[in-house]
């Protein structure tokens, strides 16, 4: 019977689908094993070939560890929040839960054809109202915390209002807005319960606040930073502006150092750490203040260097910064408006990112040093932003190349105060023989002296302190979108936040007719006709009732995507627990995640809020570990080749790629599916795909549009997508899942190329053949050693995520065993094992072959046995004068003697002596013998 992986695999996945094969228990004799993907975002475009590589990677795993006598769980679910899904609703007028619905079902469709063990029963999706709950839940725990420096940790609100009735807030030590004022016990007591709840609104570790947000007018919302691409919005290239809005804020800067410490802690990516800890940015400096000339003001900045204090010739405010508008002269005005109105079209990245634009405008206005008493300029330059440190910095020209280029660019004084001190970086290197020169008291001082000497002086005369600062900034937690978890969030007449009670939750989404902002610009939920809260009966009734006194507005906006997807992992341990976020059985036996696999995109976004929520629900004692994943892995991303065609910059004609030469031309991606193996595009396949360019010239050479060419991330936005569906149809998911593991090492980046699955299709027919025949026989020792090899090479191999050469061994173990003729089932069964975490469902059926009625899934893992290995006979080449004339076997603990006498004794050697006696016989064990006559 021929390979019919069809049959085999369609057999197979309703096999497991209908027994609940991968269905993990909550409580077991066995050892745990958590095994997490990121679950998906549903698009409408389904799955492409990029998508699984990271999913059957993490499946291999899971499977071996079944094997190795694991109880595994391995979710999924969906991530099904998020702009796409509104921009499509906005676009047709279909709600976003029935094209999330559809398209939900479309990946799971397609997740099913690729044999993952998954346990369905487990499926979570964030905009089920069922699951967002306990978003909502979270957000309430967050709301109603502070965190104590002194203790390190989250506490009760209720604690800090005790403490502020006793004793003010001037010994509490707590993470909170820099503007919180010092009050004393009496003063609370005599606030207002709206005073109050402002008051604690500067401590709770979710609270509102005004921030500069990345507005985009378009799409009518505020977008996160990798939702930016040069400047514009990744969903339909809009203009993103810098807008000051009143948002729901994280207050993630109070586990800064907890963030940082705990990557110490955990088996994550290098690089990964890396990239959190530069985000969070930990720095030991100085807080300076400066008095503004004329004002009634002080400038706050935050440096490293408060040794090069003195060689501070100007500062530099961002275009944001507070004071910009109270301290501009009457004569800058107009360019300081001008400046700032073209930043706010800048996104923050942008700014970063331009080390060479060198622009900024003079205030008019003039700060005071606090030694020196000296006039000092303030300037604002788009280099500063508004969200790091105190968006202000204090420029050392002599000391810093972007300082010293702006001088220079504007004509700004620079006194150097390291004349005559070797500032070379070997030099630097050494802190404690560095000296400062032209400083005043610091003169001759080291570096470290000179640090710690500005810092006593600048306390003594009330204008700075010695400070640890951190680049990471509270989180915007506000979405001005429909289809996003609601916040659980009322609004009394002063405007102050309430939350819901717990046990009337989910508050869910109301039904709107349009998906836009209102015409007045608020968020869509403001289209609702009944969004209000009843406090009396607990329920959201019509507007109209609202009546500021038992009917209140609710909040208007949405909570962001990496809500969902912050404390996931927590409830796929129990998710239709609707009485709790997870039973304490579950928590206590799953405890944490084994192994987390996913992008490496998500590095400062969701990999770092999830962090931070897991550790609050440790505070909390809702969770055992502060640190959710130990092990994670960043798959590499599968490459495809783009296909990119040239519009006229100024007109509504295309050139081919090699006409293109200086003309002003703007690249698009065109579909690769429109384009043959000579790079030739089917303009009129084009024009239609594209309804814009139906009536666009096209500027052929030789009478053909030859495209340009590049390797990209496949992305459905390049155009560049490999369809899973058409490999499964036409290869197999079995071929399609070790020719993903082949392509590469599992973190590498690795270009798709269709023709070369052809091989690994190759060899799963050969290894169908192999059990065309099985005997209850005795292995040969040749089929022993092959099968031990093979399981030390794989076991080693899956260990070591480094699957790609397992699938090279699986061919040559095969090719052997062919060559072998084995037909032994104590050889094949193994072997059967051996597969299958890589290759389920032609594995399921050759143990259906082998006479097993159970699941090969929990087949124990084949045990090497070194044994097998070692050599018992050795061959070797007997030679006279150098040249071969025949081999022989023998034994490998053979003697020098030994081996002479056996071979002076063999036919042959007699034969080709034909009497006469040798010279010599040289032996070298174990390697040849050469008669030399």
Known sequence: MSYDFRRIEKKWQDYWAKNQTFKANNNSDKPKYYVLDMFPYPSGAGLHVGHPLGYIASDIYARYKRHKGYNVLHPMGYDSFGLPAEQYAIQTGQHPAITTE????????????????????????????????????????????????????????????????????????????????????????????????????????????????????????????????????????????????????????????????????????????????????????????????????????????????????????????????????????????????????????????????????FTGAYAEHPFTKEPIPIWIGDYVLASYGTGAVMAVPCGDQRDYDFAKHFGIDIPNIFEGVDISEEAFSDKENTVIANSDFL????????????????EKIGHGKGKVNYRLRDAVFSRQRYWGEPFPVYYDANGIPHMIDERYLPLELPEVEKYLPTETGEPPLGNATEWAW??????????????????????????????????????????RNNEEIFSQEAINYWQDVDLYIGGSEHATG???????????????GLVPKDEYARKLINQGMITGMSAFVYKDAQANTFYSKGLVGQKDVIPLHADVSLVNASDELDVEGFKKWQPDYKDA???????????????????????????????????????????????????QSKPWNTAGITGVYSFLKKLWKLYENIEDVAPSEE????????????????????????????????????????????????????????APHIAEELWEKLGHTESIAFAPFPKFEEKYLIESTKEYPISF?????????????????????????????????????????????????????
């Open 443 to 458: 003169n001759g001082l080291s570096y470290k002296d000179a640090f710690r000497k500005i810092i006593d002086e600048l």
């Open 102 to 361: 559809a398209n939900i079902n479309r990946y799971r469709e397609q997740l099913d054809r690729l044999g993952f063990s998954f346990d369905w029963s487990r499926e979570v999706r964030t905009s089920d109202p069922n699951y967002y709950k306990w978003t909502q839940w979270v957000f309430i725990q967050l709301f109603n915390s502070w965190y104590n420096n002194d203790t390190d940790k989250a506490e009760p609100i209720d604690t800090l209002v005790a403490r502020f009735g006793k004793e003010g807030n001037s010994k509490v030590n707590a993470a909170c807005d820099d503007d919180t004022p010092v009050f004393s016990a009496e003063d609370w007591n005599q606030f207002s319960e709206a005073d109050k709840q402002r008051m604690l609104l500067k401590y709770r570790l979710t609270y509102l606040a005004d921030a500069k947000v990345n507005w985009c007018p378009a799409l009518g919302t505020v977008l996160a930073n990798d939702e930016i691409v040069n400047g514009v919005s990744e969903r339909g290239g809009h203009p993103v502006v810098r807008k000051k809005m009143t948002q729901w804020m994280m207050r993630i800067t109070a586990y800064a150092q907890r963030l940082l410490d705990g990557l110490d802690t955990i088996d994550w990516p290098q690089p990964l750490k890396d990239s959190q800890t530069n985000w969070i940015g930990r720095s030991e400096g100085a807080s300076v203040t400066f008095n503004v000339k004329d004002h009634d003001a002080q400038i706050e900045v935050f440096t490293t260097r408060p040794d090069t204090l003195f060689g501070v010739s100007f500062m530099t405010l961002a275009p944001e910064h507070e004071l910009v508008g109270q301290i501009t002269t009457p004569e800058q005005k107009a360019a300081v408006e001008a400046y700032v109105e073209a930043t706010a079209k800048r996104s923050e990245r942008d700014r970063l990112a331009d080390v060479k634009t060198i622009s900024g405008v």
């Open 783 to 838: 089929s022993l050693k092959t099968l031990h090899k093979t399981i030390k090479k794989v076991e080693e191999d899956i260990e070591n995520f480094s699957f790609n050469t397992s699938v090279s061994t699986f061919m040559i173990c095969v090719n052997e065993l062919s060559a072998q003729k084995c037909k032994s089932k104590a050889i094949l069964e193994p072997l059967a094992v051996l597969v299958s975490p890589y």
């Open 606 to 620: 969701h990999l770092l809020y999830s962090r931070f929520w897991q550790k609050f629900m440790f505070d909390n």
């Open 534 to 575: 009843d406090v009396g009966a607990n329920k959201v009734v019509s507007n109209d009732l609202i009546d500021h006194k038992t009917v209140f507005p609710l909040e208007l906006n949405t909570m962001p995507g990496w809500a969902g997807s912050s404390q996931y992992f927590n409830r796929y341990m129990d998710p």
């Open 881 to 933: 004068n150098g040249k071969l004339r025949f081999k022989m076997q023998l034994p490998s603990d053979m003697g020098k003697e030994e081996i002479e006498a056996a071979v002076m004794a063999h036919e042959k050697t007699k034969e080709y002596l034909n009497g006469r006696t040798p010279k010599k016989v040289i032996v070298v064990p174990g390697k040849i013998v050469n008669i030399v006559g």
């Open 697 to 747: 010239a096209f500027v052929l050479e030789g009478g053909k549009y030859i495209v340009g060419r590049e390797v990209e991330k496949m992305s459905k936005s390049k155009y560049n997508v490999v369809n899973p569906d058409a490999i499964c149809d036409e290869y197999g998911a079995d071929s399609l899942r070790l020719y993903e593991m082949f392509l590469g090492p599992l973190e």
